[in-house]
């Protein structure tokens, strides 16, 4: 395997464990499992086509975990109780214990929880731009 394929491989490790980081805050078991095995797959992967492929799935994961946390957002920036309840509705067909990662002696402000959801976001929006600009090439 030539450096080139091992950085790459290397950059979609780093991508994945910081998807696991915020799965395991949520105790998102599904979302863990996914993350565990796409490790694995990192190791399967012999050329660009299959590179590519596995961006594009990583690219899908980050989307979905990105639309969890939208809807967080969404739930705590709209004081309005049906738009709550739809939020809410919405989080938990994705997501068994949405909200559920928010403890209630954790006395967090919904600013606190704002400032981490922004901070998750900011995060993945970076890995995305990673991903993107990922020249996938063969060697």
């Known amino acids: 395997m030539t450096k080139y394929f091992h950085d790459?491989?290397?950059?979609?490790?780093?991508?994945?464990k910081l998807i696991?980081?915020?799965?395991?805050?949520?105790?998102?078991?599904q979302l863990t499992e996914q993350c565990e095995l796409m490790r694995r797959e990192i190791h399967l992967?012999?050329?660009a086509a299959e590179l590519s492929e596995f961006r594009i799935n990583l690219l899908n994961?980050?989307?979905?975990v990105k639309f969890i946390i939208q809807t967080e957002k969404r739930y705590f920036l709209f004081p309005l109780p049906d738009i709550k309840q739809e939020a809410y509705e919405l989080g938990k067909k994705y997501m068994n214990n949405f909200l559920e990662w928010i403890k209630p002696g954790d006395n967090l402000s919904v600013e606190d929880i704002m400032k981490v959801l922004e901070e998750e976001l900011y995060l993945?929006?970076?890995?995305?731009?990673?991903?993107e600009k990922l020249q996938l090439k063969e060697e």
């Open 124 to 131: 993945l929006n970076e890995a995305i731009t990673i991903l």
């Open 61 to 64: 994961l980050i989307d979905d």
């Open 45 to 47: 992967l012999q050329d």
């Open 20 to 29: 696991e980081k915020i799965s395991v805050k949520r105790e998102n078991a």
């Open 8 to 16: 790459i491989k290397k950059t979609f490790e780093f991508v994945i």
